[in-house]
């Protein structure tokens, strides 16, 4: 079946910048949300990122029209499961929601499931299902529209033909495609990510450089968009602590156990960059300067 519509499960963050993307790349998008006022939201934003790109010229009126008139929104998962010919499913990043979404899906469709999570195991997902070799991870990286990489992950039971299907499709989205195996002990991106920010961390608790100063070095010594801190108050350090949590759950590895001092600035309402988590104090960045002013 030639894909032209793509369904979006979850419309967050991350539904929303996926689900823009396939829109921008001339694909039909259908997105469902258990919530109403969340697909307004999502289409508000979305509406406002292509009227900068108008402002700024990089986009005509005209074509910011015809991307919007692509996507579809619905609380109807009956619909969603009718109309898409790939599914990628972008919820929150919890094990058993994601099973119970797999499960639902698998009931009602025979089409490839993908799941956008950053970091829990395929194979788990795909057991949920009577079809284990059409589900596949397709991890994209937020903001979506910067960062090209796609980690595509083949869980045990992945088929090869769901794997050349899915690569094509990244493909035709413009991503730069990496395929990696599913071993349940977490994706190369989130382990060379994590490894990277506790080391980090250590470095701040140490006292032997501020958050700001490490970001700076990673960014301009070794070419990193983003440096671990940056990133970590962009995603939210509440969410990323729950990732990490999810994953010391399932392999009760040491290593994903969330630092005390992050710990502390989460339960001090300090979540990330308040600009993208309402009621936030701020991220790293800001509780460090504070410290200092206080010293």
Known sequence: MKIKCIGVLGFGTM???????????????????IEENVLK??????????????????????KSSEILSRIELTTNFGKLCEKAHYIIEAIPESLDLKKKAFKDLDSKTDVILASNTSSLPIT??????????????????QPVHVMKLVEIVTGLLTSKKTLDVTVDLMEK?????????????GF????????????????????????EDIDKILKYGYGHPMGPFELTDWIGLDMRARIW???????NDSKWIVPTMM??????????????KKGSKGGFYDYFKKREINR
């Open 124 to 141: 788990l997902l795909a057991s949920e299902t009577s079809k284990p070799e059409r589900i596949i991870g397709t991890h994209f990286f």
């Open 245 to 251: 949590e999810e994953m010391y759950r399932l392999t």
């Open 263 to 276: 710990k502390m600035l989460i339960s001090s309402g300090y979540l990330g960059n308040p600009k993208r």
């Open 15 to 33: 539904g929303r910048q996926i689900s823009l993307l396939c829109a921008e790349r001339g694909f039909d998008v259908i997105a469902t949300d």
């Open 188 to 211: 190369p991106s989130i382990r060379l990510s994590h490894a990277i920010f506790m080391e980090a961390m250590r470095i701040v608790e140490e006292g032997v450089a501020s958050p």
């Open 41 to 62: 939201k999502g289409y508000k934003e979305i509406e406002e990122t292509l009227n900068r790109r108008v402002e700024k010229k990089k986009i005509t009126k005209e």
């Open 173 to 185: 989205l413009d991503r730069i495609v990496v395929v990696v195996k599913d071993n349940g002990r």
